[in-house]
């Protein structure tokens, strides 16, 4: 039977075993923030000034009009006039643009004279995503207006577009990424303070005292889970209120459903770290096992490539990973507002795994204890 004294002398024992070393204090709280800055920051998709070089073999008005037109959308920034092909190049090979405009001679001419003409865009494709988000803002840049103008009909047709975007209106991609941020920093803490505890007790050799102690292999597991639990939910309330300050992330749903998601993911990372801990004989092969597993399970959960676009077996195997879920439930509430009535699949995946998890973890440390 499961003893509650047992328990709180076990977790009063982690808590003072963490927290004695003033150095493992500072690791587990500024770290954390400090990854959701960095990544908060860095894990950017959104294009701003656009490194580009100009050709202009025209050097009319009408050019000096579509550069500016060009400048003004905020999106390009004109830092090279090439004065040939060859330089222009050149420039696209050393990396020092990721553009070039090319304006054929007699354009304001051609134009002045109704005939047709073009403007060529050269971009570097190394960046496949950077010269695709580039040519559609070009697109638009230089686009005539009755085009692309909102409420305004399209040349030749009777339909009028009126976009409206929801939930991200700026499509800012950090307020995409950032819920995605947070699931990992909670996934990697977990794991590494799991891993590596139960590694450290069989390597120092009090796990061998602590198993002729009454104390039963559940109340060892919970006693290991609970104050780290407690340690990962704080570290949950100082990334989100960063992300609060710093990325003006909204809560647009239910903070307790929130809160309720992330225990329920916590569980299941705690669940994965004590597998890991189980297979590890050593602090490195902990470590090594808990960034080889952190990795996939990242890649695999949506954070930064949609799931949609995967192959079909690599589709399925999402469905095993819990944070695929807790993403979906995340982004819901962050940005949708949505409630349990439209989450509940996910919920019911999440709270299933996390289960399943820790039940496997339990009966994994039981069999490695006898």
């Given at each position: 039977?499961?003893?509650?004294?047992?328990?709180k002398?076990v977790?009063?024992?982690?808590?003072?075993?963490?927290?004695?070393?003033?150095?493992?204090r500072?690791?587990?709280?500024?770290?954390?923030?400090?990854?959701?800055?960095?990544?908060?920051y860095?894990?950017?998709?959104?294009?701003?000034?656009?490194?580009?070089?100009?050709?202009?073999?025209?050097?009319?008005?009408?050019?000096?009009?579509?550069?500016?037109?060009?400048?003004?959308?905020?999106?390009?920034?004109?830092?090279?006039?090439?004065?040939?092909?060859r330089?222009?190049?050149?420039?696209?090979?050393?990396?020092?643009?990721?553009?070039?405009?090319?304006?054929?001679e007699?354009?304001?001419?051609r134009?002045?004279?109704?005939?047709?003409?073009?403007?060529?865009?050269?971009?570097?494709?190394?960046?496949?995503?950077?010269?695709?988000?580039?040519?559609a803002?070009?697109?638009?840049?230089?686009?005539?207006?009755?085009?692309?103008?909102?409420?305004?009909?399209?040349a030749?047709?009777?339909?009028?577009?009126?976009?409206r975007?929801?939930?991200?209106?700026?499509?800012?991609?950090?307020?995409?990424?950032v819920?995605?941020?947070?699931a990992?920093?909670?996934?990697?803490?977990?794991?590494?303070?799991?891993s590596?505890?139960?590694?450290?007790?069989?390597?120092?050799g009090?796990?061998?005292?602590?198993l002729?102690?009454?104390?039963?292999?559940?109340?060892?597991?919970?006693?290991?889970?609970?104050?780290?639990?407690?340690?990962?939910?704080?570290?949950?309330?100082?990334?989100?209120?960063?992300?609060?300050?710093?990325?003006?992330?909204?809560?647009?749903?239910?903070?307790?459903?929130?809160?309720?998601?992330?225990?329920?993911?916590?569980?299941?990372?705690?669940?994965?770290?004590?597998?890991?801990?189980a297979?590890a004989?050593?602090?490195?092969?902990?470590?090594?096992?808990?960034?080889?597993?952190?990795?996939?399970?990242?890649?695999?959960?949506?954070?930064?490539?949609?799931?949609?676009?995967?192959?079909?077996?690599?589709q399925?195997?999402?469905?095993?990973?819990?944070?695929?879920?807790v993403?979906?439930?995340e982004?819901?509430?962050?940005?949708?507002?949505?409630?349990?009535?439209?989450?509940?699949?996910?919920?019911?995946?999440?709270?299933?795994l996390?289960?399943?998890?820790?039940?496997?973890?339990?009966?994994?440390?039981?069999?490695r204890?006898?």
């Open positions: 039977m499961l003893s509650l004294l047992r328990l002398w977790v009063r024992k982690e808590f003072i075993q963490t927290f004695r070393n003033p150095l493992m500072g690791m587990l709280f500024v770290p954390p923030l400090l990854q959701l800055i960095l990544f908060g860095a894990v950017n998709t959104d294009v701003r000034y656009v490194a580009t070089a100009v050709l202009d073999y025209d050097a009319s008005v009408a050019s000096r009009d579509v550069l500016a037109q060009l400048s003004s959308s905020g999106y390009f920034a004109v830092t090279h006039h090439a004065r040939n092909h330089q222009l190049q050149a420039l696209l090979d050393r990396g020092a643009v990721v553009a070039g405009v090319v304006i054929p007699g354009f304001a001419r134009m002045e004279r109704g005939q047709p003409t073009a403007i060529q865009l050269v971009l570097d494709g190394t960046d496949s995503n950077l010269a695709t988000v580039a040519l803002y070009a697109e638009m840049a230089l686009a005539p207006a009755p085009a692309f103008v909102p409420g305004l009909p399209i030749g047709t009777p339909v009028e577009l009126r976009p975007l929801w939930f991200n209106e700026n499509l800012e991609s950090r307020l995409f990424f819920p995605g941020v947070i990992s920093i909670i996934l990697l803490v977990a794991f590494m303070l799991t590596m505890s139960v590694v450290r007790e069989r390597e120092v009090t796990l061998e005292q602590l002729v102690t009454p104390l039963r292999p559940l109340e060892l597991v919970l006693g290991k889970c609970v104050p780290f639990g407690l340690i990962v939910s704080v570290d949950i309330v100082f990334i989100g209120l960063g992300a609060a300050l710093l990325f003006d992330l909204p809560l647009r749903g239910s903070l307790a459903l929130l809160a309720g998601a992330l225990l329920l993911f916590i569980i299941a990372s705690l669940g994965m770290g004590l597998l890991i801990s297979a004989h050593t602090q490195q092969q902990a470590m090594m096992l808990s960034f080889f597993a952190v990795v996939p399970i990242t890649l695999l959960s949506g954070f930064a490539f949609p799931i949609r676009n995967m192959p079909a077996v690599i399925w195997l999402t469905y095993l990973n819990p944070m695929r879920y993403l979906v439930i982004r819901g509430i962050f940005l949708k507002g949505v409630g349990a009535d439209v989450l509940y699949p996910e919920f019911l995946a999440l709270a299933a996390s289960a399943l998890l820790m039940a496997a973890a339990v009966l994994r440390f039981r069999q204890l006898d």
